[in-house]
């Protein structure tokens, strides 16, 4: 069975599933409309979840960071990616969601680089509501010749969508580019994430791109709504859950390859963070935990 997970039955009139080989594994699509003054539970997925705001406005609440959608704009939030959603009081949002993930060794690099963020859409918004149209369409139709296809070819070209949004590929005229020193944060950031297992210092960063420390904080919590340890924290405790949930590393390994001094430590930050020691939360995920949204 390709499926790793269970659904919650609740959700089975709303969720379409889709298996794909070999690399995407499953989409998952979903349309949605909130009034004003909605205010979603807090949930996460096991797989990659992209929203895209069609009409009106939504905020998503990530920890203690707060980001807002407006139409056309997306959000990318990684597998396990704890979240809720509210819609302010006098406005509405009309939602698309596609949910993904890959065969194992097969997810494309940097793509856990563009989560968490806001994506402008720009010149892409048509093409990506268009695709989200087409994954829709066909999932309300499996049994029609090429349906499958269809579905895998659309995500390819969403993948696509979100690298170019991701590198400022869907700015238009209109739309300034980033100030210098906010490209230097960003910078900073991209670095943070791919180097989670080093012991490289926050300050040394700021430095490495012309920013002193005080000003790097500032600005890379405008930009990120956390600091800079906190975003490498959550960063380092995503891939140990992902190598918790794919691997046979032992929590010791895991901890080395995350960054953390020995697994007292990892343990420590984890529990803190879920409530649950690694064993226990990797535990869960082998016995097939609902996420419910």
């Known amino acids: 069975m390709i499926l790793k997970w269970k659904f919650d039955a609740r959700l089975s009139n709303n969720l379409q ?25 807090w949930h996460e997925h096991p797989f990659f979840e992209l929203a895209v705001v069609l009409e009106g406005a939504c905020c998503w609440r990530l920890g203690r960071r707060r980001v807002a959608l407006p139409a056309g704009e997306w959000l990318l939030l990684a597998p396990h990616r704890k979240h809720s959603e509210e819609v302010a009081a006098g406005q509405r949002a009309r939602m698309a969601w596609i949910g993904f993930d890959f065969a194992k060794g097969q997810e494309p690099e940097g793509l856990r680089a563009c989560c968490g963020e806001k994506l402008v859409a ?30 895998e070819l659309a995500l390819r070209s969403v993948l696509i969508l979100i690298a170019r949004a991701a590198v400022g590929e869907g700015r238009t005229g209109n739309v300034p580019a980033p100030h210098r020193r906010t490209q230097a944060v960003r910078a900073a950031a991209h670095t943070l994430a791919h180097n989670l297992a080093s012991p490289l210092r926050v300050a040394e960063l700021a430095r490495y791109h012309g920013l002193g420390a005080g000003r790097f904080a500032a600005r890379f919590r405008a930009e990120y709504g956390e600091a800079p340890r906190e975003f490498r924290q959550r960063r380092r405790l995503e891939k140990a859950q992902r190598q918790l949930a ?45 996420a419910t949204p």
């Open 17 to 41: 599933l889709w298996e794909t080989a070999p690399r995407l594994r499953i989409a998952v699509v979903q349309a949605h409309s909130w009034p004003g003054g909605y205010e979603g539970r």
């Open 122 to 151: 720009g010149p892409w918004r048509g093409d990506m509501e268009g695709l989200c149209g087409v994954i829709y369409r066909e999932a309300q139709q499996p049994d029609m010749p090429g349906a499958e296809a269809r579905v």
């Open 246 to 290: 794919e691997t046979s590393l032992s929590v010791k390994e895991i901890a080395a390859a995350c960054g953390y001094t020995d697994a007292a430590h990892f343990c420590h930050h984890f529990r803190r963070a879920t409530g649950l020691t690694p064993r226990a939360w990797r535990q869960g995920q082998a016995g097939g935990a609902v």
